[in-house]
């Protein structure tokens, strides 16, 4: 059975870090391309970051580049999102979605709440 957990949300200062974990099980991980995507109140879901199966490739989105780091540890099969200088702007759920693009395999986690807010 598959499963993703994500960890890691709270409520943080403007300008301060959070970093999310998301814990799978029931998948070759390693053959996942891993996203982080997110949704704010009113929003539609936007893609965070993307990294592939290896971790030899990261793609942002314009909003978080230079901010966010996507990683991931295949021996422990998790995917991280370390967030810095988080703005207001940044607060919404984050979800992470593995895919595999060969055998269509596409899984979510249930998402895990950022709030940032002074």
């Known amino acids: 059975q598959v499963h993703l957990v994500e960890s890691g949300g709270g409520l943080v200062q403007p300008g301060g870090s959070l970093t999310l974990s998301c814990i799978t099980s029931?998948?070759?991980?390693?053959?996942?391309?891993m996203r982080w995507y997110r949704q704010a109140p009113g929003k539609e879901r936007e893609l965070v970051a993307t990294?592939?199966?290896?971790?030899?490739?990261?793609e942002y989105g314009d909003s978080v580049k230079g901010r966010f780091t996507i990683s991931r540890d295949n021996a422990k099969n998790t995917a991280y999102l370390k967030m810095n200088s988080l703005k207001p702007e940044d607060t919404a759920v984050y979800y992470c979605?593995?895919?595999?693009?060969?055998?269509?395999?596409?899984?979510w986690g249930q998402g895990t709440q950022v709030t940032v807010s002074s």
């Open positions: 990294i592939s199966g290896a971790g030899g490739y990261s």
């Open positions: 029931g998948f070759a991980f390693y053959t996942y391309s």
């Open positions: 979605n593995a895919v595999n693009y060969n055998n269509l395999g596409n899984y």
